[in-house]
């Protein structure tokens, strides 16, 4: 397993939050309306304006996720299960053990429960291509960082790019360290193991050199090869730290769909904390909604969604210019992935 780094905590709250007694189980708990709101009818508990602001001021401190208003059903039907688990009858009594424990095993709960882990074997393939360009031409060995790891879709896509890139031999010199927030997903990540239907899309070239067939009592199912697995190292990290703790530099760092649950400040955090980790030329890969062109003027857009670094190894900045995309269509038209 990997080494966990805790996650940055918020303060404690105030001292008049005292911490709640805790609630027998057993005990019936009434339905509670809010006239106010449709979907609050039948809930089992209660959950005010002043619950949600909350949720959102403490997920915003924790791990710099803005909740959007039409975040609130959401948060509620997830975080209902913690309160279930811990035998709470309110969200004021939950929040308020959330900050008086302040333990980071609930901590850890509260922080999966609200993120968003949508992903998906070579998602917006066009940057597949891309980096398989770019990496012959970098001093060896690469090295890259996939930040949003998810279940691992994106990670393995990586390593499987770098050895159709670089070649077996090749590939062997090269590592992804792929991190993400939520431990959960980085544990069945790790596993590397998947559903077939998850992996239909790709081609059978694919399919035949990097994973392996379940039977019997896993038909139905793949897993990585372990060839595949061996690229990749996982860590659990939150972008919000003001320090990584990592000492090494990336030829390339994908952080796709994930800036997009962060307001403009740590936006500029992030990417800040992201350029000193960089090899000089270094490409970082954003996702189809976000845009960092008037966030920072540390990266300059070069393609669809991917920018460039503009210090060179002399710490310089460098002029603009567009990435070749004849070359990446051609690639992605042989790699028989679907977009």
């Excluded at 009858?89 to 850890?108: G, K, S, V």
């Excluded at 993400?180 to 544990?187: C, F, S, Y």
């Excluded at 596993?191 to 994973?211: C, I, T």
Aim: hydrophobic share 40%; charged share 25%.
């Amino acid at each position: 397993m990997m080494t966990t780094r805790a996650q940055q905590r918020p303060e404690r709250a105030s001292p008049e939050r005292a911490s709640p007694e805790r609630a027998s189980p057993e005990r019936a708990r009434p339905e509670r309306v809010d006239p106010g709101r449709p979907s609050d009818q039948a809930r089992d508990f209660e959950f005010t304006s002043a619950d949600f602001a909350r949720i959102r001021e403490l997920i915003h401190r924790s791990a710099g996720i803005s909740l959007s208003d039409h975040k609130r059903d959401m948060a509620y039907s997830r975080l209902a299960r913690r309160l279930r688990a811990r035998g709470l009858d309110t969200f004021r009594q939950y929040l308020d053990l959330l900050e008086a424990e302040n333990d980071p095993a609930e901590w850890e709960a509260f922080t999966n429960a609200l993120t968003t882990n949508l992903t998906a074997f070579f998602r917006e393939a066009h940057h597949f291509p891309i980096l398989a360009d770019f990496v012959p031409r970098r001093a060896q060995p690469v090295s890259v960082w996939c930040s949003a790891a998810s279940t691992g879709e994106e990670p393995y896509s990586i390593a499987m790019t770098l050895i159709e890139a670089l070649g077996d031999s090749g590939a062997r010199q090269a590592s992804v360290l792929a991190t993400d927030i939520d431990t959960q997903v980085l544990a069945k990540a790790e596993a590397g193991v998947y559903q077939f239907d998850q992996v239909k899309h790709l081609s059978p070239e694919r399919l035949k050199r990097f994973f392996l067939k379940g039977t019997g009592a896993h038909a139905g199912m793949v897993k990585v090869r372990p060839e595949v697995r061996a690229l990749v190292r996982f860590e659990q990290l939150n972008l919000t730290d003001r320090d990584y703790q990592l000492r090494s530099q990336f030829d390339a760092i994908f952080c796709r769909n994930v800036m997009i649950y962060f307001d403009k400040p740590t936006q500029a955090q992030v990417l800040a904390r992201f350029e000193p980790l960089m090899k000089a030329g270094g490409l970082l890969f954003a996702g189809h909604s976000e845009n960092f062109t008037y966030v920072t003027q540390a990266f300059k857009l070069r393609g669809q969604t991917v920018y460039e670094l503009t210090r060179d190894a002399a710490g310089a900045r460098t002029p603009s210019r567009a990435i070749g995309t004849a070359s990446a269509a051609a690639h992605h038209t042989a790699s028989g992935v679907a977009a």
